[in-house]
């Protein structure tokens, strides 16, 4: 039987990884994996994250199974810093919140409702989008559509293009958000443009997925949050996929959180037992870990302040490495204009280099980036920027 199969790609990152990690170039730069790391370049485990472990090792006091849902307080707190304490759809009783593996089991749980709701379902997701958008919706059986969202001559937003799509999308189709610090890009909609957005979304009537996997890393908590809470009080109809994966360093926990947001609490009732179902299916129960810590910060006033700290650390490193990327390379004397870098949201930019500068910048100076020139901004520092500018600039003359 397995006889019949055809080797699938491998994933460009992971390979990119393994590259890097036997290139003996003590200089080496990897600017490949969506990770956050330090100016060690390493990924640390959040103080917040630490004490909560500690408290959870002492209190700890079963393993018996949690539930589809997972834990329904950990769902609450999500929901809260999702939507913010007082959203309207909260205090009229319309969300449902579940426990997910991750961001990525959030959407492949979201992709198994939508199949549900409609076998002909299909998705609309920005050009470009994060790659695995595609094989995760794909894998539930429904058809993947691209609206236009980054313009690589101009690394500006094709928001008119982008419009003029959605006002073509059927109402019985979704579309993909990202709620901040779009990936690949890092470009993201302004507040007024997430107004529109949301106008045509009402006009229309599709249904929105938004996916928020970097809340905190572009602005803060609250501003991250700006079209998501604004999407929820203006439609009937909307999915949130959320991950704990960057903004609490929980990357190998595997834990997110998905929610619906419907017309009326019946309404409610109805698909969360359909998403329970989906979830039964697919891998029947959450793990708790992740959610526990989540659950021991947040509801902690000492621990969220510090996770509100160290959250701001990680997004102004990474803001901060924006800038200072642009400045070396004007000080090496690059004459074209990188400064969008600065503008732009998240852990990802796009070089705006052709395939063949990205092959040179690997094999004469060992920095490695995905072919398409996204860059994972946290793993540039004051280490290793000179070089990184230098080498930029080399290539570029
Ligand atoms: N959505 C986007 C846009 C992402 O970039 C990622 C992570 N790279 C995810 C979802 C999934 O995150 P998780 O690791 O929590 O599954």
Not at 257 to 263: H, I, R
Not at 286 to 294: M, N, R, T
Not at 302 to 313: D, H, I, S, Y
Request: hydrophobic share 40%; glycine share 8%; proline share 5%.
């Amino acid at each position: 039987m397995f006889n019949a199969l055809t080797a699938m790609p491998a994933d460009p990152i992971l390979g990119l990884l393994t590259q890097y990690r036997l290139d003996p170039n003590p200089n080496k730069v990897d600017l490949g994996v969506g990770v956050y790391k330090d100016e060690a370049g390493h990924t640390p485990i959040l103080h917040c994250v630490k004490h909560a472990e500690r408290h959870r090792f002492e209190t700890e006091d079963t393993k018996v199974y949690i539930g589809p849902t997972g834990s329904a307080h950990f769902n609450d707190l999500m929901t809260k810093l999702a939507f913010g304490h007082d959203h309207p759809a909260l205090l009229e009783n319309r969300i449902r919140t579940i426990s997910t593996p991750g961001g990525t089991g959030a959407l492949r749980v979201a992709a198994d409702f939508i199949k549900r709701c409609r076998t002909q379902a299909t998705i609309w997701v920005s050009d470009p989008t994060w790659a695995n958008h595609n094989g995760l919706f794909e894998a539930a059986g429904i058809q993947v559509k691209t609206y236009p969202y980054y313009d690589h001559d101009n690394k500006s937003l094709r928001f008119d293009d982008m419009k003029a799509a959605l006002a073509q999308v059927s109402p019985t189709d979704v579309v993909l958000l990202h709620a901040c610090c779009h990936n690949p890009s890092g470009m993201d909609l302004t507040p007024s443009q997430w107004d529109e957005v949301i106008t045509i979304t009402k006009n229309v009537g599709f249904t929105p997925l938004i996916d928020m996997a970097y809340q905190g890393f572009g602005e803060g908590v609250d501003e991250d949050a700006y079209g998501v809470r604004q999407m929820a009080a203006n439609v009937d109809n909307m999915i949130l996929c959320s991950s704990c994966s960057k903004n609490f360093g929980l990357y190998r926990e595997r834990i997110g959180a998905c929610s619906l947001v419907t017309k009326d609490p019946t309404t409610a009732d109805v698909a969360f037992s359909v998403l329970l179902y989906v979830v039964r299916c697919l891998y029947s129960m959450p793990p708790a870990h992740g959610a526990a810590i989540v659950e021991t910060i947040l509801d902690s006033e000492k621990l969220t302040q510090e996770w509100l700290e160290e959250l701001a650390q990680m997004r102004d490193r990474i803001n901060g490495n924006r800038s200072m990327l642009v400045d070396k390379l004007k000080e090496k004397g690059v004459k074209r204009d990188f400064s969008f870098i600065a503008k732009q949201k998240g852990m990802f930019s796009f070089l705006g280099i052709t395939p063949e500068q990205v092959t040179r910048l690997q094999q004469e100076y060992s920095i490695y980036m995905v072919d398409s020139s996204r860059i994972s901004i946290a793993g540039i520092g004051d280490g290793n920027v000179d070089y990184l500018a230098s080498a930029i600039a080399k290539i570029l003359e």
